[in-house]
């Protein structure tokens, strides 16, 4: 069983960061990328950025520039640095992790919002 535990969520004032962390617990094995997702009220759950084992990091375009996504294999754990923050990054922000034939998955979610 694997478990991904995020944190690092909250309000903040536009302009402002956070930092997003992800810690995977459990049977890891073949682990092909992980990244972060979000969801807002009323829209699908879009792909904010990713990483591959071994590769660089990936962006929505929305968030290239403000993002910086990073991974401690040994810690098993990213990070989502998100810095200059706007209102419309206000969403539920979701760790996903997917593997090589043990299928995808999940954090619980966390709240992030920006405003004044």
């Known amino acids: 069983q694997v478990q991904l535990v995020e944190s690092g969520g909250g309000l903040v004032q536009p302009g402002g960061s956070l930092r997003l962390s992800c810690v995977a617990s459990g049977s890891i094995f073949s682990i092909k990328d992980m990244g972060w997702y979000r969801q807002a009220p009323g829209n699908q759950r879009e792909l904010v950025a990713a990483?591959?084992?071994?590769?660089?990091?990936a962006y929505a375009d929305s968030v290239k520039g403000r993002f910086t996504l990073s991974r401690d294999n040994a810690k098993n754990t990213v990070y989502l640095q998100m810095n200059s923050l706007k209102p419309e990054d206000t969403a539920v922000y979701y760790c996903?992790?997917?593997?090589?034939?043990?299928?995808?998955?999940w954090g619980q979610g966390t709240q992030v919002i920006v405003s004044s």
């Open positions: 990483i591959p084992s071994g590769g660089i990091p």
């Open positions: 996903q992790m997917r593997t090589y034939g043990s299928g995808d998955y």
